[in-house]
């Protein structure tokens, strides 16, 4: 069973920047493509941001501009989301999944809290 293990999230001041990885025990993690999603209180989860096991990176504009880029390394199984000029709204758990469809169930993902 593939498990998730996100890690990075933490407390931030509005503007500053925070990067997520999410390590994926996946055998075949360089075959397939990957995503972030997150949470915030009261909402339903949104996709963030996915990269094509080519390479090909896709996010959604509406939820995150050109603010966060994500990113991967085959070698150590990780997925990246590098996360800046954050904003009181950015406040989630965010979460990593298999891109497009998930796998059918999610990690515990890590809380990102953007607050002065």
């Known amino acids: 069973q593939v498990q998730f293990m996100e890690s990075g999230g933490g407390l931030v001041q509005p503007g500053e920047s925070l990067t997520l990885s999410c390590t994926i025990s996946?055998?075949?993690?360089?075959?397939?493509?990957w995503g972030w999603w997150r949470q915030a209180p009261g909402k339903q989860r949104e996709f963030l941001a996915s990269?094509?096991?080519?390479?090909?990176?896709?996010y959604d504009d509406s939820a995150v501009g050109e603010r966060f880029k994500i990113s991967r390394d085959n070698a150590k199984k990780t997925l990246y989301l590098q996360m800046d000029y954050l904003k009181p709204e950015d406040t989630a758990v965010y979460y990593c999944?298999?891109?497009?469809?998930?796998?059918?169930?999610w990690g515990k993902g890590t809380l990102v809290t953007v607050s002065w």
């Open positions: 990269i094509h096991y080519g390479g090909t990176l896709n």
């Open positions: 999944n298999r891109f497009p469809g998930g796998v059918g169930y």
């Open positions: 996946e055998n075949l993690f360089g075959a397939y493509s």
